[in-house]
């Protein structure tokens, strides 16, 4: 009888109990850096509405975004250490209100946008930082040292059609790239990085 | 109720189980957005941090409201930290509130690593540990531990254990997070080379490749086991086989190595590409064969490129310009191969051979001549030296350079140097002359320095060590010691990031004046937690003696410096072949870090043997007295030594030291206690010494000694020494080559207890060949009844000697060394009181170069053979300067003094009065040859006494023809009193500069 009066006592703990939830966990590790789980998912929210698409929160999903986000990181790292200019959020404001202006005439139709897809407008504003900061990233440490010869250039222009000057922007561009995705490779490579599965299943 | 008790004690299991069903974060999650933090906790609750320090960092606070954004920075920010691997946060409503729990998993950090089990060596232990690449201090992770055994299977097998097994075995130190790694090998069997399977194109025999590959034993022609080291001289040996044959360009490539199980032996996969013939030829100037290898590297890198080529033809060029052709020009041409043969021509233009015979300097006002002199590599013809002198277009630039360089350092921006070369200067042929002619130009000065951004160090301190003060010479070369000084000073202090930026302005009243300013980023400021020592290294040695050498404590600042410093003084005990020391988890962003020891003990006994010979004037019969003077003699040597390291555990050592020559035989049983009372500066030591030595011709003596010395440093440069010695000392009655009246006397055993004291005060710059400082020694001692000795005397000896460079060249040495015995209570003669083996005996190579070793001073009227002194006064004069190149020097030297009967008859009189009498100063002067060599210059002596003693000895074969020749032999037999001279050429062989 006694046991049969415990028990709802005990069920009220354990549903007590039940009720913690995880609000957030580490998905990647990046050398002292983390990705986690609630930047994840911001970060598709986020993407997804500059593309005016349904986030999608799949596992391939997340682990495309969290592929980009290491790539960030280590950027980011790479950007600190050797004191390269960051664009400020002001800098950013008129690509923004373009992109309001664009997408979203109305303000109160930009404001349920970003509601109906749980980001703040500090939220784009990062992307949009973290996008300039990443192509003067490239300009400054590869686009800058890539030489190419007018022999290249006239070779270029003659295959893709293209005027001289963007025929030459093109390679640049071109080596720079490659040049970018040697040096993520490297710096992966470097790097201990380690996905906590749990959040990719 | 008792029927619910038990159910409860489920409870905290059953909470805990459902709070660790992972799930994923609820779409909902920021509904926790804005509700207040009620509590914040940590599971599990001991965490790695201190909760004051983890609450401190942490972004999320009680009573604030809840948002995502400061629970990402959270754990962001304990994850910087390096102590954890996985952060999870929950949440749980909590009256109108949220609890919110971080759940944690730690990091590891490497520890102690060894290797042990069968390990069949090579590889050993050490080098097992070193492959696996496991250091101290860093994150331990499953990837690292599997590509350390990865890297430990991949050496195994590179040394034919292709079977081995292993196992590692962990010990978890949870207080410091700290992982110790055993790994448990078993090496297995090792593998024995087979026929190698060689490809590519050999052009020779198949047999000789194999032959050269030394894989097979000799005569016997059964395969080695493989190692390493055999591996690479295998192909080192093929290597050489094709380069015999003139095939340079030869590739002999270790494609792999096939494991045969069956036969468990190893078959070396090689491929060789052997090339044509190649003929080096030295087109217009001759050069023997010997020296084309030493200067053209394509026979030592075994490859022809065109940078090996390069430099062959640059060391071509240098080694003529040595010789004088400073125009040489040197270019290299490859010919096509024709027959499996091809000439490399290297085409030489030697030009006229010159003679740099001046260098002058004008235009200089800040610095002298000298001064810029000494800095030039240019170099005048002199003898021998540089028959030549040293130019060359590129040493001339170089000069330049260095000018430049020179006045930029002290303030002179603008500073323009120039040289103009003159070819047969004064109408010399081949004579060339620079001139080098500098502009100064104004000095800049430094008007003020500011020092922006310190906070946490002293200003004044940091000030005080500036080379960039006010009025002093402005350069960025004097800016980059600054910065190098301030930096260290803040390293030193604990911060790992402070940076240095400086900028500079022409002060506004003066152009010439400039104000600096020095900005400095802090960074934040790291401490001590802890100093943890791995235990595991320490088989036998105290911890309380690894602690005592920690110059870290607790809350200091992370000092670089300090952390060194405890190795070194690690080190320094003697005991640890291995001492390594780290910053666990450096990078993790903490205010204060665990300092990790690790130590691995040296072997505890350590045998060595040692072979040797002396060619000196120390031969002639044992017993004969047909020589007082010594003969020409070879003595070989043979020593051994034995030491037992760290015994007790306490850093104290025992050896034994033997050494067996012709001349002498001993063993000297040594107990060193260093450090004693924890000052690092007294060290005891306790002595037994058995000596049977006939270093002195006239006698054989036997020393049983035993003593017990404290030594006391009183800085870098000055040591005390405390010293209570007793000894036994005996004469070989049949060998004593003195008058046999007093043999009874001199050959009896005497006992001598003497307390005696002594310091030492070097200030060389080099010990082993000093240019500049001084080195002084004294030794006071007093012998005495009270100290158990049968004989009383009081002795002294003192040495000062100087070292003065003259020039960038010359070194003046000059050593001065002074001593006496004085008897007391002696019953009559104070000489005979002193025992033979306890008076001065001297000359020979490290005293008085005009007389064999020991052959100075007072002899025995009857026999001529040395009987010692009383007293010395040796005085010694070098002038050392280069001879031949780099390595070889020459001395000039005169040394004076002599051994005395006793200190009242020390004289600088020249000439010796009579065959009986020794108290006279013997000159000599000489020429000597140092060649240099890592253990110090090789020395060969010639001098030439300039006034060499004279006595008389009595022609006998042994003691009883003197006795039998009755109390007074010369006068009994004079044609056998044989008149003697001390020879006027001396020579002497040694290591080490003779002062």
């Known amino acids: 009888m006694k046991l049969r009066r415990s028990i709802p006592l005990l069920l009220a703990l354990a549903a007590l109990a039940g009720r913690a939830e995880i609000i957030d966990r580490i998905a990647v590790s990046v050398g002292n850096r983390v990705i986690t789980e609630s930047d994840l998912k911001r970060q598709i929210r986020v993407v997804a509405f500059q593309n005016g698409v349904k986030p999608d929160f799949s596992a391939a999903s997340r682990r495309a975004a969290a592929e980009k986000m290491i790539d960030q990181k280590l950027i980011e790292r790479e950007l600190e250490s050797s004191r390269y200019p960051i664009p400020s959020a002001a800098e950013l404001a008129p690509a923004l209100d373009e992109f309001k202006k664009t997408r979203y005439p109305e303000e109160a139709a930009y404001q349920q946008a970003l509601a109906a897809y749980g980001i703040t407008e500090r939220d784009l504003l990062d992307l949009l930082v973290w996008e300039r900061t990443l192509l003067r990233f490239i300009e400054i440490r590869f686009e800058s040292s890539v030489l190419v010869t007018d022999q290249e250039v006239a070779e270029q222009a003659r295959q893709k059609d293209l005027s001289v000057s963007d025929a030459e922007r093109s390679l640049i561009s071109g080596r720079a790239d490659e040049q970018v995705e040697q040096w993520l490779k490297d710096a992966r490579r470097r790097t201990t990085i380690i996905m906590h599965q749990e959040v990719f299943q | ?995």
């Open chain 2, 1 to 995: 109720m008792s029927s619910v008790r038990p159910l409860h004690a489920f409870l905290p299991g059953l909470v805990l189980l459902t709070a660790a069903c992972p799930g994923t974060i609820r779409a909902q999650s920021n509904s926790y957005e804005g509700l207040s933090v009620v509590n914040v906790r940590f599971d599990p609750a001991r965490q790695p941090l201190d909760s004051e320090a983890l609450f401190q960092i942490l972004p999320l606070k009680r009573g604030q409201p809840l948002s995502m954004e400061v629970v990402r920075q959270s754990i962001a920010r304990l994850f910087a930290t390096g102590r954890y691997t996985d952060i999870q946060v929950d949440a749980e409503p909590y009256n109108h509130g949220v609890i919110v729990t971080f759940r944690t998993k730690n990091s590891w950090f490497v520890g102690n690593v060894s290797a042990g089990g069968g390990v069949n060596d090579p590889p050993s232990a050490g080098q097992l540990v070193n492959a696996s690449r496991l250091e101290l201090g860093t994150a331990y992770s499953d990837t690292s531990l599997d590509q350390a055994v990865s890297s430990q299977h991949r050496l195994l097998a590179s040394n034919g254990l292709f079977a081995p097994q292993i196992r590692p075995v962990f010990d978890y130190d949870d207080r410091y997070q700290q992982i110790n790694i055993r790994f448990l090998v078993d090496s297995g069997r090792r593998a024995r080379f087979a026929p190698p399977d060689v490809n590519g194109d050999l052009k020779v025999s198949l047999e000789r490749i194999v032959a050269a590959t030394k894989f097979r034993r000799w005569i016997i022609h059964t395969w080695k086991p493989v190692t390493q080291a055999r591996v690479g001289q295998g192909l080192e040996g093929i290597r050489n086989l094709y380069q015999k044959e003139n095939r340079l360009e030869a590739k002999v490539n270790l494609e792999t190595v096939r494991y045969d199980d069956a036969r468990n032996a190893a078959i070396p996969v090689l491929r060789i590409e052997a090339g044509p013939r190649i003929q080096v030829n030295p087109v217009g100037y001759k050069l023997s064969r010997s020296r084309l290898q030493r200067l053209v590297p394509i026979y030592e890198e075994h490859a022809v490129d065109h940078d090996l080529l390069v430099e062959g033809a640059n060391n071509l060029r240098d080694y003529l310009q040595s010789q004088g052709y400073f125009e040489a020009q040197v270019e290299f041409k490859e010919q096509a191969v024709i027959r499996d043969r091809a000439n490399l021509d290297f085409l030489i233009a030697t030009g006229r051979r010159h003679k740099l015979v001046s260098i002058t300097i004008d235009g200089n006002h800040y610095f002298n001549a000298d001064t810029i002199r000494a800095r030039l590599f240019l170099q005048t013809a002199n003898f021998l030296q540089f028959p030549h002198g040293r130019f060359s277009g590129g040493l001339l630039r170089r000069d330049q350079d260095t000018i430049r360089n020179l006045y930029e350092s002290n303030g002179f921006r603008d500073v323009k140097v120039t040289a103009a070369t003159v070819d047969d200067y004064q109408g010399k042929t081949g004579e060339i002359a620079v001139a080098v002619h500098i502009e100064e130009g104004p000095q800049y000065l430094v008007n003020s320095v500011q020092l922006a951004g310190v906070e946490k160090l002293n200003r004044d301190s940091l000030m005080a060590r500036l080379s960039s003060t006010e009025g002093q010479p402005f350069s960025e070369f004097n800016v980059a010691v600054d910065r190098d000084a301030i930096l260290a000073r803040y390293f030193e202090s604990g911060f790992p990031k402070a940076t240095f930026e400086w900028s500079s302005k022409p002060s506004e009243k003066d152009p010439h004046r400039l104000d600096l300013v020095f900005k400095i980023a802090e960074g934040q400021q790291q401490f001590v937690r802890e100093v943890v020592i791995n235990h595991q290294g320490l088989k036998t040695t105290r911890p309380s003696l690894v602690a005592r050498q920690l110059q870290l404590n607790p809350g200091d600042p992370l000092s670089p410096t300090a952390i060194t410093d405890t190795q070194r003084r690690l080190y320094d005990l003697g005991v640890f072949a291995k001492v390594d020391a780290a910053i666990q988890n450096p990078d993790g962003d903490t205010d204060s870090k665990y300092v990790v020891y690790n130590m691995e003990e040296a072997a505890r006994y350590s045998l060595g043997f040692g072979f040797g010979a002396e060619f000196a004037r120390i031969g002639g019969c044992q017993t004969c007295l047909d020589a007082p003077a010594g003969q020409a003699g070879f003595s070989p040597r043979v020593s051994m030594d034995l030491t037992r390291l760290n015994l007790w555990g306490a850093g104290h050592t025992v050896s034994l030291r033997t050494r067996v020559s012709t001349l002498d035989r001993r063993a000297l049983l040594n107990y060193s206690w260093p450090r004693v009372g924890r000052n690092d500066n007294l060290n005891v030591s306790f002595t037994a010494l058995y000596e049977d030595s006939r270093d002195v011709r006239t006698f054989n003596f036997k020393r049983w000694e035993q003593s017990e010395q404290l030594s006391q440093r009183l800085s870098k440069a000055t040591t005390l020494f405390y010293r209570y010695t007793f000894r036994r000392v005996s004469v070989d009655q049949s060998t004593l080559k003195i008058s046999p009246l007093l043999i009874p006397l001199l050959s009896q055993p005497v006992r001598v207890g003497i307390l005696s004291f002594a310091l030492i005060q070097d200030r060389r710059d080099d010990p082993v060949e000093p240019h500049r400082g001084l080195y002084n020694t004294l030794d006071v001692g007093l012998a005495e009844h009270a100290f158990g000795s049968q004989r009383n005397y009081f002795r002294f000896l003192a040495r000062n000697a100087t070292y003065h460079p003259i020039g960038r060249k010359l070194v003046l040495a000059r050593s001065l060394e002074i001593g006496a015995i004085h008897a007391f209570k002696d019953n009559g003669d104070p000489l005979n009181a002193i025992p033979l083996p306890e008076r001065f005996f001297g000359g020979g190579g490290n005293s008085q170069r005009g007389f064999p070793d020991y052959q100075a001073g007072p002899r025995d009227l009857t026999t001529g053979f040395p009987i010692g002194g009383t007293a010395l006064l040796f005085n010694q004069t070098e002038l050392r300067f280069p001879l031949i190149g780099d390595n070889i020097g020459g001395v000039l030297f005169h040394d004076m003094g002599n051994i005395f009967s006793s200190i009242g008859k020390v004289s600088l009189r020249w000439s010796q009065h009579n065959e009986q009498d020794f108290n006279y100063t013997v000159h000599a002067v000489g020429f000597g040859i140092r060649y240099r060599t890592p253990i110090g210059p090789f020395r060969v002596d010639l001098a030439y006494s300039i006034n060499p003693p004279s006595f008389r000895g009595f022609k006998a074969n042994n003691q009883q023809d003197l006795v039998n020749a009755g109390v007074d032999p010369c006068g009994a037999y004079p044609a056998k009193c044989v008149l003697q001279r001390i020879s006027h050429f001396q020579y002497s062989f040694s290591i080490g500069q003779t002062f």
